[in-house]
């Protein structure tokens, strides 16, 4: 479908997916601006990339935390009413930060409160996030659909950062952070519009009869009698090690996310210790970085199918690792701003792979708590990883880091070649039409 435009005019046809597709892009444009702007506060605050780390290291805890739970959530609940609430409590605790901010001396214990909230409320959103795609559109169009997502975020997210340097550079970081909290309050309010559950095709246990159409939000009905919540919180992770691929991929993305959540301190840090930029040039670099999501949305689909999944997914991860040791051997600004675009773009193509295979090969009534497993899964290392590769900046410079980590993510690819996942055939790719809830 995607091949000959059929799918672009099935997409553009979806009102709700097209809502659903502005409002998020919105919403990562300003998410570009606290991506700037969080690490500048406290670099501008404590001078230390030791501090940008930990910050970023409870981030990545409180999801981890969350991820247990968020599949749960996701699943048993109105999938729309969760992502909402989630939208406007963020909406509110980033609002705190330049108020407090503004209102007297740096508050860098309020960044400890609400970095981690917020990473705990975007787990449960973005968990929300994927199952919602899966209801919005058909099957044979989620990768399409997913690469449209990638694409328009990407755009966001190259205006985004750069709209973020300007404003840290006229108004301080803590103003950026509030544009942040207002893009958060505006999806909240655009979801009320969005309906979901009214596109899945499969029928399945407690699902309505044919030629039935749920209401409108109505929660998932993946059985008539849910299983208790210890052995619900089971069921997706259960579903991950039974299916090769998915086990697979869940190991190596731990392992390269434990050299990579850190990387935004560290190229950060580099630009602004190491080759003395000012923010607003910090913020274009950032900007400039997003070119490579923009390609990796637009070849990761055709790519996919010309080349199968097994053969994207390890040669952009390759890609990502051999970017971030370059970046730690560039010297002057453009090298680094086209490394760190290049680790971009690596990362974009097997991010896109990936979500799309989890989405096709996952029956929809466990799709969230499969994606929560997954996340919860491959982000627990990643906490600690964060830290240790700030230290390790603090201790050693960047350069010897970036090295070392993209060594790592590196060695981390190439032992792709050695898994099931490129084995995959196209038949391994169809969702169950039924499948136990646990």
């Not at 039935?212 to 069921?235: E, F």
């Not at 996310?257 to 950060?268: E, K, P, Q, R, S």
């Not at 952009?316 to 490394?339: R, Y």
Request: charged share 10%; proline share 5%; hydrophobic share 55%.
């Amino acid at each position: 479908m995607g091949v000959n435009g059929v799918a672009t005019a099935s997409l553009w046809r979806n009102r709700d997916f097209v809502l659903f597709w502005l409002l998020q892009t919105l919403s990562v444009a300003g998410d570009s601006f606290s991506y700037v702007a969080i690490p500048l506060l406290v670099l501008h605050a404590t001078g230390s990339v030791t501090q940008m780390g930990l910050l970023t290291g409870l981030a990545g805890a409180a999801s981890v935390l969350t991820g247990v739970f968020a599949g749960v959530l996701v699943d048993r609940l109105n999938r729309r009413r969760l992502m909402i609430f989630c939208d406007a409590l963020r909406a509110l605790a980033f609002a705190s930060i330049p108020v407090l901010w503004l209102a007297g001396a740096p508050q860098v214990w309020l960044l400890y409160l609400v970095v981690p909230l917020g990473g705990a409320l975007g787990m449960v959103f973005r968990v929300g996030y994927v199952t919602a795609v899966a209801e919005l559109v058909d099957i044979d169009v989620i990768t399409e659909a997913n690469g449209r997502l990638s694409a328009t975020y990407a755009v966001a997210s190259v205006a985004g950062p750069m709209l973020a340097g300007i404003v840290c550079g006229l108004f301080g970081p803590a103003v950026a952070v509030g544009i942040d909290a207002v893009t958060f309050g505006l999806s909240a309010a655009g979801l009320l519009l969005v309906r979901l559950g009214r596109r899945r095709p499969e029928v399945r246990a407690g699902a309505p009869a044919a030629g039935r159409q749920p209401a409108v939000d109505a929660p998932p009905a993946a059985a008539v009698v849910r299983p208790a919540v210890g052995r619900d919180l089971l069921a997706g992770v259960l579903f991950l090690w039974r299916h090769p691929a998915l086990r697979a991929l869940t190991v190596l993305l731990s392992l390269s996310l434990f050299l990579m959540l850190g990387l935004t301190d560290v190229f950060i840090y580099r630009l602004k210790h190491d080759l003395g930029q000012p923010d607003h040039i910090v913020g274009t670099v950032i900007a400039v970085a997003a070119v490579g999501t923009v390609v990796a949305a637009l070849v990761a689909a055709p790519a996919r199918r010309r080349f199968g999944f097994g053969v994207c997914w390890v040669a952009a991860q390759a890609l990502a690792g051999l970017a971030v040791a370059a970046a730690g051997l560039a010297g002057h600004l453009v090298s680094a701003a086209v490394m760190v675009a290049v680790y971009t773009f690596g990362i974009g193509v097997a991010g896109i792979c990936s979500m799309s295979l989890r989405q096709q090969v996952t029956p929809e009534h466990l799709l969230g708590r499969v994606t929560s497993a997954f996340w919860t899964v491959h982000y627990a290392l990643a906490p600690l990883g964060a830290a240790a590769l700030t230290s390790a900046t603090a201790a050693y410079g960047s350069s010897a880091v970036l090295l070392l980590a993209g060594g790592g993510c590196l060695v981390v690819a190439l032992a792709g070649l050695f898994t099931p996942l490129v084995r995959l055939s196209p038949a391994a790719l169809h969702r169950p039409v039924t499948q136990g809830a646990s």
